[in-house]
């Protein structure tokens, strides 16, 4: 009856629900084909799509999946779009098949947000669809929805506590939770790696449903240590609103095979982006100059809407075999739309054609470590993010997160020789990338382990960053 779709690279998890020849689906990523697919598998109609709120960290896909099915877009009391939808009363219900929907409003993370109450056949009290209201482990942060509302942070964090408390865990404890994130998304500060839970556990182990807790107490919680969300995130949750391309149109236009003249021709335009989303190991080893690096089996999305700033850049790739239209689907989640094509035969047909190549000099932990021991004043910039840098980091090293480096990266003295590090390599080699299309050179990339790095220069706590 209910299926999590759930997606590692956006730690994004997406519902299907069927009941007697109908279904719903619950905050779909943008492309349609899962849950058109699945409908016509099981023999069932697409009734409703439900949003729990404006998502701001991936485009959802209710738009074009409302005009292939003829659904219709559910959203919550307060939620403004361009394109027709229906918003749910607070209590209001929906039959699907023998079970029903009831939209519960629980503003916090947005003032729009609503919980979805599965009722099943026997009319117990199911399973509860929180959205970013309620994670495993965690709750939504206040802080997104300031501009659009002049709300503070600390308003929103109110109205959530009182969402959670008399809306949510006055549920029965048996509810099952199903969230619209996990670990690895920036939606929230302390979510867990499962994907669903039940509401007494989240009673028991997470901090913001304490029984006792305050409100003022509730509030500092959820604000403190918030980091500035991702550039992205109000661009997509204004595409949610008042609606984008069709997901059809950006994939026939992205999926195109380049010739090497082509993709030159291209290159050389000043508005055009090469992005090279092969591994770090193969980037490394070479790479056509000015490509910057976010390697597709990484947190790909996130780091795309993080780092290129404009989100109707134009795009070229540089894929591995046979991963190009997936690519153009993965940038277009995050909405992404403008990507021109792929480079045909890859980085192999470029290098075998004799055509310029750039390295990136990058040595492992080992050898690293050895050079640290005969010389512990090297210059060594950190790229991880600020909690990683405040939890453990090198003493001598200076703090540059990637998430800001662009901002801040004239903060560091390149003209000396700096060994670039992060917890395993993938942020350290997009790092480098970027510098190097700068014409930043002077730099060595280490790949490996953070905790395989010289445990004796290793400071537990924190130290002032660069970054703060």
Known sequence: MI?????????????????????????????????????????????YIFETHFHADFVSGHVDLAKKTGAKIVFGPQAETSFDVHNAKDGEEFKVGDVTIRAIHTPGHTPESTCYLLINEEGKEHALFTGD??????????????????????????????????????????LIIYPAHGQGSS????????????????????????????????????TDGLQAPPQYFAKNAKLNKIGYDSIDSVLD????????RQFETLAEQKDVLILDVRSKEEFVKGFIPNSWFIGLDGSFA???????????????????EGRGLETVRRLARVGYDQTLGFLSGGFEVWEKEGKEVEKIETINSENFNSLYKDNPNLKIVDVR??????????????????????????????????YLHCRSGYRSTVASSILYSKGIKNLVNVQGSFESLSKEAILEGSCPSLVS
């Open 133 to 174: 209201t309620l994670f495993i482990g965690d709750v939504g942060r206040p802080d997104l929805a300031q501009k659009a509302t002049g709300l503070t942070q600390e308003d929103l964090a109110g109205w959530l506590y009182d969402s959670l408390r008399n809306k949510i865990m006055v549920l029965p404890d048996d």
């Open 253 to 260: 236009r992205g999926n195109r095979s380049l010739s090497i």
């Open 3 to 47: 299926e999590q779709i759930y997606t590692k690279c956006l730690a994004q998890g997406a519902y299907f629900i069927q009941s007697k020849g109908e279904a719903v689906v619950i905050d779909p990523l943008r492309e349609t084909s899962p849950y058109l697919i699945r409908a016509e598998k099981l023999g069932v109609k697409i009734k």
């Open 302 to 320: 996130p780091w795309v809407g993080t780092l290129i700033k404009d989100i109707n850049q134009k795009i070229i790739l540089v894929t591995p």
């Open 385 to 418: 993010k600020p909690g990683e840098w405040d939890t453990k980091h090198i003493s001598t090293a200076k703090h540059l997160a990637l998430d800001f480096m662009q901002e801040n990266f004239s903060d560091i003295d390149w003209k000396d020789l700096n």
């Open 187 to 222: 939606c929230g500060k302390n979510m867990s790696s499962e994907t669903w839970s039940t509401l007494g556990k989240q009673k028991q182990e997470n901090y913001a449903l304490a029984e006792n807790m305050t409100k003022d107490e509730f509030i500092k919680e959820v």
